[in-house]
């Protein structure tokens, strides 16, 4: 790819709603207010050449945090203010917005501040709300708190600029960044500051923090980050001391971390001798997104009075940077698929169990003896049958309750007809087979259809004709043995209209599998034989139905013996699962899911996998395979087959990314077009 193409705005993060920020522990020594300013310094050199938009860094650290009494001795915060001009003088060939700590003085107090520094401006100044004064804490011994501080100026280092705690810091060149700051306690308060500040409009809540260590305290304040980023519905950047401060009575870990959504996205190393750096980028438009969608947020907002109404906004412009610096922020490729290695039973039994449980309600509800479900051999139809097999087991029912056919047509391997088989034997269902052909021969005989008079026309009459008579077949079925059908197509069908209407793989009594996506169903298929779900006759079976190509199995197989391949005709599925995640979940323009899908999948090596992941089957793609398949997606998901999902079974939700009922997360027009996606993707993408 040409240095050129890589100059399109495409490939600048800022395009997309991204703030790159940092938390810093830079080198400092107690009560040293040189050195630490020239350490202060050297970071902000070192989050520049990073092309950082912003960089936190501890509470008080111009002074230093854990100096005493130190804080009332005039020489240090005349030091302490002089150091603040260094700063703010170096900063002005710096591209950061530098968030930084020190002792302050007005109208005769001292306060604890946070000061906004950016382009050689002293942009606004924070005084800390909560001052704690306990256990080893004493700033109310030093320190006026600021929390009836709003509406006014304070004057450092000879500028007079605003002070207070109803500030927000806006970026007028990046829609969504609007940056809040609280101060260590305040983190700890029932009713933290950040709350009122994301209310009043803030997507991104800095805290500037000393807080010493003690054995399970990052625990905590992981805890809290997580909590009032998830809450707040924002972005949470915490900086805390490191090792530099006193330790008089007590230890620093120097701890740094941002969240964003209750999802972790970087951590600084803790006790670390050097500066500390993490950097991540964080997703301002996403948070937006979240709170248009989130009407509860709004009502929180107009609760508290519109606290929009009464802060003060400082608005500055972010530096520019070069349009590709890459992207620092963990993607997920199966966006689906639960990645928390240390919970990944638990995620995995909690979705499969979702599964079952609703599978279980719908028999005890319905009264019906038996469950009918037409057995493929394919990813599908397997996991809907081992969750029907676990809800007898659960319900205390012999498998025999469940009535599995395999219905082979014109284009059914022996390998999957085989697999089918095993399975139910392995499984111990009441197995029966049906074959479909000369049924469905006599059907296209009566429609004229040019396949009855020997010739290979493999249409989709030729297709639906098949899929329709195994609908027809099941739902006779279950009506001749009083049960129902348990549906096997996946969500991720049901996004691309790959099912056949109404008389077809659409339809069924109830559809278990509709809010699993195919990526979340290959990989509980390995969880359940990971963790012996099954016996090792059945596991045996579903390995073998993992290897096997994905195929409706509807038209024969070629001259080479090659079958029909879905991934070939609508794309990979972990593709599709991707866009699909970032459409329904997200609501994000085509080019953002394509920019953040080049960066998930173009190099197989970077970045983490799902546990246990096959080797072979990591995969990498171009950004030209992505816009190809992201192009086809949008026609198929907006404008195609909506009609589809509006008239689906019922069927439990089971990932927050969504599912597609129109009773559930998605509702749609059904003869909605895709234009206004297909030209935000053609305008956005670059030459490929």
Excluded at 308 to 322: C, I, P, Q, W, Y
Excluded at 602 to 620: R, T
């Amino acid at each position: 790819m040409s240095a050129d193409n890589r100059n399109h705005a495409f490939y600048d993060l800022r395009k997309h709603g991204f703030l790159r920020v940092a938390t810093s522990t830079p080198r400092t020594r107690t009560a040293d207010v040189d050195y630490n300013v020239e350490g202060i310094i050297s970071e902000a050199r070192r989050a520049h050449d990073a092309g950082v938009d912003l960089v936190v860094y501890p509470e008080l650290c111009i002074s230093s945090y854990a100096i005493d009494d130190l804080h009332l001795q005039n020489a240090m915060l005349d030091a302490a203010e002089k150091g603040v001009a260094k700063i703010v003088a170096a900063s002005a060939e710096l591209a950061p917005c530098l968030l930084v700590g020190a002792p302050l003085r007005h109208n005769d107090r001292i306060y604890n501040c946070a000061l906004a520094i950016a382009g050689g401006e002293l942009l606004g100044v924070i005084p800390k709300s909560y001052l704690p004064n306990y256990r080893e804490y004493y700033e109310k011994r030093w320190f006026a708190h600021g929390r009836s501080i709003q509406g006014k100026t304070i004057t450092v280092a000879g500028s007079e600029v605003p002070f207070g705690t109803d500030l927000i810091f806006s970026a007028d060149n990046l829609p969504g960044c609007k940056i809040f700051v609280e101060i260590c306690e305040d983190y700890w308060s029932p009713t933290p500051p950040s709350t009122t500040g994301a209310l009043a409009g803030a997507t991104v809540i800095a805290n500037l923090s000393a807080s010493n260590i003690t054995i399970g305290k990052s625990d905590e304040r992981h805890l809290l980050a997580r909590a009032q980023s998830s809450r707040a519905v924002c972005a949470y950047v915490y900086s805390a001391s490191g090792h530099g401060e006193s330790t008089t009575d007590l230890a620093w870990d120097g701890q740094g971390m941002t969240y964003e959504l209750g999802d972790l996205l970087a951590e600084s190393e803790r006790f670390s001798l050097d500066a500390e750096l993490s950097i991540a980028d964080v997703d301002c438009e996403r948070l937006v997104a979240e709170r248009q969608r989130m009407q509860t947020f709004n009502d929180a907002a107009e609760a508290a009075g519109r606290p929009e109404d009464s802060f003060r906004t400082v608005t500055f412009s972010l530096a520019s940077h070069a349009k590709d610096r890459g992207l620092i922020r963990p993607i997920r490729r199966f966006p689906f698929v639960p990645n928390r290695q240390n919970k990944l039973d638990e995620d995995c039994y909690e979705a499969f169990n979702i599964q079952v449980d609703g599978l279980m309600r719908r028999l005890e509800a319905t009264h019906a003896k038996c469950m009918v479900i037409g057995v493929s051999g394919g990813l599908d139809s397997t996991h809907a049958l081992i969750v029907a097999a676990k809800c007898c087991d659960r319900l205390g029912l012999p498998r025999s309750t469940i009535r599995g056919y395999t219905m082979p047509g014109f284009g059914t391997s022996d390998h999957t007809k085989s697999n089918a088989w095993k399975l139910m034997e392995a499984l111990g269902i009441t197995a029966e087979e049906i074959d479909i052909r000369p049924a469905a021969t006599r059907m296209l005989e009566d429609m004229d259809h040019p396949f009855a008079d020997g010739e290979p026309v493999y249409d989709v009459t030729f297709e639906n004709v098949q899929a329709g008579l195994r609908t027809d077949y099941l739902f006779r079925l279950a009506g001749h043995y009083s049960g129902f059908v348990i549906g096997t197509g996946d969500l991720s069908e049901l996004a691309l209209g790959w099912c056949t209407y109404g008389v077809g793989d659409q339809m069924s009594h109830y559809a278990v599998n509709s809010g699993v996506p195919k990526t979340l169903i290959q990989y509980l298929i390995r969880w359940a034989v990971g963790t012996e779900q099954f016996d090792k006759a059945t596991d045996k079976v579903l390995m073998s139905i993992l290897d096997t190509e994905i195929s409706p199995e509807l038209v024969p197989a070629d001259a080479k013996g090659e079958i029909q391949s879905t991934e070939s005709i609508i794309g990979p599925y972990e593709l599709n699962d991707f866009f699909l995640h970032h459409t329904i979940r997200w609501g994000q323009r085509p080019s953002k899911i394509a920019f953040l899908a080049w960066h998930a999948w173009k190099d197989a090596e970077a970045g983490l996998w799902p546990a246990g992941f096959p080797d072979d089957e990591k995969n990498a793609y171009t950004l030209a395979t992505i816009a190809q398949w992201l192009e086809k997606f949008l026609r198929r998901f907006f404008a195609f087959s909506q009609f589809k999902r509006s008239a689906i079974p019922n069927g439990p939700k089971v990932s927050a990314g969504g599912a597609l009922s129109p009773r559930g997360d998605w509702r749609a027009p059904s003869d909605a077009v895709a234009d206004v996606w297909l030209a935000e993707l053609s305008e956005g993408l670059p030459p490929l």
